[in-house]
């Protein structure tokens, strides 16, 4: 994994250990402007780490915001968004990971993945290897929606705690 990379996974799992108030104060210098009064605390650490990722590797490109007020639009008209059928990476996209404490960077390459030196087919493939049990890769990656609300986990049985056991995308970074 890159310097930069290590840095920005450090710079962005500090964050849970800031206090409110210091993190309403690092949103005002990223955004330069205000958090909303009543943001939640998680909604600031999720928008604080987004814009430090934003500024090392880049904003939304200009036709993924054209897309993204496409969706608005059609949202606002027809007041649905139909499902998408997948999402496309393009090779030398980064995957940044955390998975228990520990960031894991895959990097898509024309015929598959790329994860600890080693070359795999498929996303489950490296979902497996990094849990030890099977997963829908694109869904452990944050690439897949969940296709109806689940049970919250801490109810399903044997799940208990499993929440804080899910991982989280550090960032997506294209090469």
Not at 142 to 157: N, S
């Amino acid at each position: 994994m890159s310097k930069s990379s290590l840095r920005l996974a450090s710079e962005a799992g500090s964050l849970a250990g800031l206090d409110t108030d210091a993190l309403r104060q690092r949103w005002a210098e990223l955004y330069a402007t205000a958090p909303a009064p009543r943001i939640s605390r998680d909604v600031l650490i999720r928008g604080v780490a987004y814009r430090i990722q934003e500024e090392e590797f880049g904003g939304v490109s200009k036709s993924c915001r054209r897309e993204l007020r496409r969706l608005a639009e059609e949202l606002r008209d027809s007041g649905s968004i139909p499902a998408s059928h997948g999402q496309a990476f393009k090779p030398g996209t980064k995957l940044i990971w955390e998975w228990k404490g520990k960031v894991h960077e895959v990097i898509i390459v024309g015929d598959g993945y790329l994860w600890a030196g080693k070359q795999y087919r498929s996303l489950s493939q490296i979902a497996r290897s990094i849990t030890g049990t099977r997963w829908s890769g694109p869904r452990f990656f944050g690439l897949e929606a969940e296709k109806q609300a689940p049970a919250p986990l801490a109810t399903q049985p044997g799940r208990e705690g499993a929440r804080a056991a899910l991982p989280r995308l550090a960032c997506v970074a294209h090469g």
